[in-house]
Nanobody
Framework: QVQLLESGGGLVQAGGSLSLSCTASGRFFAVSTMGWYRQAPGKKRDVVATISTSGVSNYTDSVEGRFTISRDNFRDTVHLEMNRLKPEDTAIYYC????????????WGQGTRVTVSS
């Protein structure tokens, strides 16, 4: 069984910062791409940022320049540093990881709530 454990959600004021972390645990061969999705009330779940094992990252346009994704391959952990937060960033943020077990499967975290007040 593979689990993605998220932490770091909470309530922040607009313009503030918040950092999320997600760690893969269990028995597996390797973790490949990791990332974050988010789902706001009444909206579809959309990608926020992803990062490959080599450190190549991609961001959705709305967070480009404000969010930074990073990872620690030795700890199978991905981080999302969120700066200059806006109320529209309010959502449940889900960690995602493609993990070889040995077959590659996509795993999802339970989600952590981020609320940005105005």
């Amino acid at each position: 069984q593979v689990q993605l454990l998220e932490s770091g959600g909470g309530l922040v004021q607009a313009g503030g910062s918040l950092s999320l972390s997600c760690t893969a645990s269990g028995r597996f061969f390797a973790v490949s791409t990791m990332g974050w999705y988010r789902q706001a009330p009444g909206k579809k779940r959309d990608v926020v940022a992803t990062i490959s094992t080599s450190g190549v990252s991609n961001y959705t346009d709305s967070v480009e320049g404000r969010f930074t994704i990073s990872r620690d391959n030795f700890r199978d952990t991905v981080h999302l540093e969120m700066n200059r937060l806006k109320p529209e960033d309010t959502a449940i943020y889900y960690c995602v990881a493609d993990i070889r077990t040995p077959a590659v499967h996509r795993f999802w975290g339970q989600g952590t709530r981020v609320t940005v007040s105005s």
